[in-house]
Structures are given as C-alpha cells and as structure tokens.
C-alpha cells in the first residue's frame, strides 16, 4: 500500500499478541501498549527534520543535532491516549494537543467536542494517533481538523489498521503517511476491527 508502513518485527508481534489476549489484565496491557508506542515513535520520526550545532565533549568540540522542528504528538480522545505514554518517553520534548470525536448520530459524521493544540501546529512535525484505524472517519476528521489549524506536516500513527479505513485514509489525505503495527483482515459488521483486539480504550482505561 503506498505511503504506509507496517511494522513488521519480532517484538512488535510478541507485544501485538499480549494486547489482542483477552485474558490480558489492565496492567500488561498498559505496558504492552507503551512498549508499542515507543517502537511506533521511532519510525514515525525517522524523517524528522534536524539541524547541526557544536557540542564540546570531554576531550574536544564536535558536531551535534538539535530538532529543526517542534514534535507535536495529537492523541484522538479517548483512545489515543493509550499511545502517548510510549511516544513521549521516546521523544520526552514533544508537546502534546488533544482532540475529542464523537459521531453524530442523525448525520453519521464525527464532530468535534473537543479540542486544545499547542503552538507551533503549522510548522511542527505532527502525529496524530489512534490505536485503532477502523472505518477512518474520525481519522480523517481529525487530520482535516488540524490541517484547517494551519498544519503542514502530518504523520498517522495507529497500532492496528482495517483495510477500509486505510483506503479512506489514502482517499482522503494521500499526502499523509500511516505508521501501524498491522493491518488486519476486515471490519465487522459493528465496525470492529477483525481480529482486532476489541476496544482499545476500554481495555487500556479498565472501562467497559
């Protein structure tokens, strides 16, 4: 698929099979969803922009980096929490906006009911993150949301991805590249991602 990479390691699998588990407790799910999320991290920032500066070491000056550009990691309410953890401790500088979708249930589209982003949107490098790509709407929404604030430079970063919601994804915004851990097999009829991992909020939060 273009402009999407899956993750395909040994111990992203070895995490993916904890998390799909459903005799997993909260606890190792939560640790299993920040493992995940760090390793999501490193290949959602492998194109981040960097400049050279001067550090001195012990022994002597040399060449260094610093962030050409600020990372700004936007989690979908409430489920895209669940990631955060991972993609900070990763890259601990990064700011951190919000933003809530629900969908409405007379017009079927997703609806903002809340959102707070930094500053820095428009030049920053943004992943918006989601564990679960299902149909892609609120996906979309919430990209389209913050390419209205003015962003530039977005990345998508999910643990499990449907087809469906992948092909929406690409319809919608080819220009931005999807980072997940897998993609599964298909949408139920409910919009559950097969096999998935059922819902990732509720498992992370110990809702249901």
Not at 4 to 15: A, E, K, S
Not at 136 to 142: D, I, K, L, P, R
Not at 165 to 184: C, F, K, L, Y
């Amino acid at each position: 698929m273009k402009n999407v990479l899956v993750v395909d390691h040994p111990i992203v699998h070895l995490y993916l099979t904890v998390l799909r588990d459903k005799t997993t407790n909260t606890a190792s799910f939560r640790r299993a969803m920040a493992h995940i999320g760090n390793i999501l991290a490193y290949h959602a920032l492998s194109e981040l922009p960097l400049k050279e500066t001067t550090v001195e070491t012990p022994i002597q000056s040399t060449k260094g980096y610093q962030t050409a550009s600020e990372v700004i990691v936007v989690p979908i309410l409430r489920a895209g929490l669940s990631l955060v953890d991972g993609i900070i401790d990763f890259i601990p500088e990064a700011k951190v906006g919000h933003v809530g979708v629900y969908r409405d249930e007379t017009t079927h589209e997703p609806v903002n009911y809340y959102d707070n982003l930094p500053s820095g949107i428009k030049k920053g490098y943004n992943l918006v993150v989601d564990p679960m790509l299902a149909t892609g709407g609120s996906a979309s929404h919430a990209i389209n949301f913050l390419k209205e604030s003015g962003a530039e430079n977005i990345r998508f970063v999910s643990l499990i991805a449907a087809p469906e919601g992948v092909e929406r994804m690409q319809n919608d915004h080819p220009d931005v590249p999807i980072i997940t851990a897998a993609i599964d097999e298909k949408l139920n009829d409910q919009a559950y991602i097969i096999p998935g991992l059922g819902d990732a909020g509720d498992r992370y939060f110990g809702t249901s």
